[in-house]
């Protein structure tokens, strides 16, 4: 095979990586927009069951293909505990903060998710920071509050859960980095089992009988949600990660757009203003820790003497 071969088929798989990048980060935000158009009729634990029994539609296959003893042998279970817990948080805080918010104020919290994980992983993963990224992150803090709207507004329960579920996004990325070495369909499965249980508990006496729109709607997201799931999975062994990262901004993008088209929210100033610092600081975060890591092997080579 001749190097021209080569080369363009790899930028042929790039190419593939990032389009598929794309179509998941759609799907992503077209499960955060179908989410909030269910839970305003339905509550959310009702939600979050039959959405897991959706998604069991995708993943029951792949278990099936790996085997189910894959489930149970797993290294490190406690990390696995926190995560799945920290996913069920998300997904649920989520749901609970876009039923009262306009779901575009919501994505702007969780969009400043890489720029938490920028600062936790100084602490879990011992990530060297230098003093620019740390700009970039109080910048990012600074994005957040100002789209908080400052104002006792800034304190409402939606609100509230808005910021803590972002967070347990971001801690669910950086146990995500530290657990790699598991298979995704595994990862996946965990935190679709205690979503059903959470939301099964949840809908204890606060059931409502969906009509055949909201049941299908219901089961559709969780087909949605995972194959949005398995589509970035995916990017991410064709492409370079430095590369894709910057795309899951283009959520915020659709997060406004369907915000519109389904629901007739239009971002105030203050929430366009705090998630274009947000997008901004996150991306210099991204071009920082890329030209880090690009210049580590040429310190370590010449720390050698080679």
Known sequence: MSIETSSGRKDNLILAGVLIMLAGDFLFALNDAMGKWLVTSLPVGQVLLVRSIGAFLILGPMIARQGVSSLIRIETPHLHLLR??????????????????????????????????AAVSHIFLGEKIGWRRWLAIFAGFIGVVIALKPSTAMFSLPSIFGLIGSASFAMTLVLNRVLRSTKDATLVTWQTIAA??????????AWKTPSMIDLGGMLLLGIVASSGHLMITR?????????????????????FIL???????????????????????????????????DAEPIEAVAKDGH
């Open 196 to 205: 059903m249980i959470v939301g099964g508990v949840l809908s204890l006496g």
């Open 84 to 117: 799945v817990v920290l996913a069920t948080m998300d997904v649920g805080l989520f749901y609970a903060a876009v039923a009262y918010l306009p779901l575009a104020d919501v994505m702007t919290f969780y969009m400043a998710g890489p720029i938490y994980v």
């Open 235 to 255: 990017s991410l062994k064709l492409a370079p990660a430095s590369l894709l990262a910057p795309l899951q901004y283009t959520l915020l993008l659709w997060a």
């Open 259 to 293: 915000g519109f088209v389904i629901f007739g929210d239009i971002p105030g100033k203050q929430v366009l203003v705090g998630s274009g610092i947000i997008v901004l600081a996150g991306l210099f975060i991204f071009h920082r820790k890329k030209v880090v890591e």
